[in-house]
């Protein structure tokens, strides 16, 4: 199994950028699809990003479509998130997944099989 480690968070005011890098340890992060997902105050974990394996498609959530990009770093056996105009909204623990597929070219939004511990962002107005 894979081990998740992010890095990268942290405070922001709006308008700024922040880029989450999650790092994977005992397998290839190549061997999943890799997913970020966040979770507010007092709200449920929601999907926000994800590529699959082999990084030719990504999928978004709405919220964050235009403003954030997924994508890999083979060379060290990584995933980032780089998230720009940033809003308060975007507050949250923020935790990097993978989902063991076969498909090479397909993006989950469920069931991912293993979790980082998550890493906070906050954005203040």
């Known amino acids: 199994q894979v081990q998740l480690i992010e890095s990268g968070g942290g405070s922001v005011q709006a308008g700024g950028s922040l880029r989450l890098s999650c790092t994977g340890f005992?397998?290839?992060?190549?061997?999943?699809?890799m997913g970020w997902f966040r979770q507010a105050p007092g709200m449920e974990r929601e999907f926000v990003a994800g590529?699959?394996?082999?990084?030719?498609?990504?999928d978004y959530t709405e919220s964050v479509k235009g403003r954030f990009t997924v994508a890999r770093d083979n060379a060290k056996n990584t995933v980032v998130l780089q998230m720009n105009s940033l809003k308060p909204e975007d507050t949250a623990v923020y935790y990097c997944a993978a989902d063991r597929v076969t498909s090479l070219d397909y993006v989950s939004r469920t069931d991912y099989d293993y979790w980082g511990h998550g890493i906070r962002v906050t954005v203040s107005s």
């Open positions: 590529v699959s394996r082999v990084g030719t498609s990504t």
């Open positions: 005992g397998r290839f992060v190549t061997d999943y699809v």
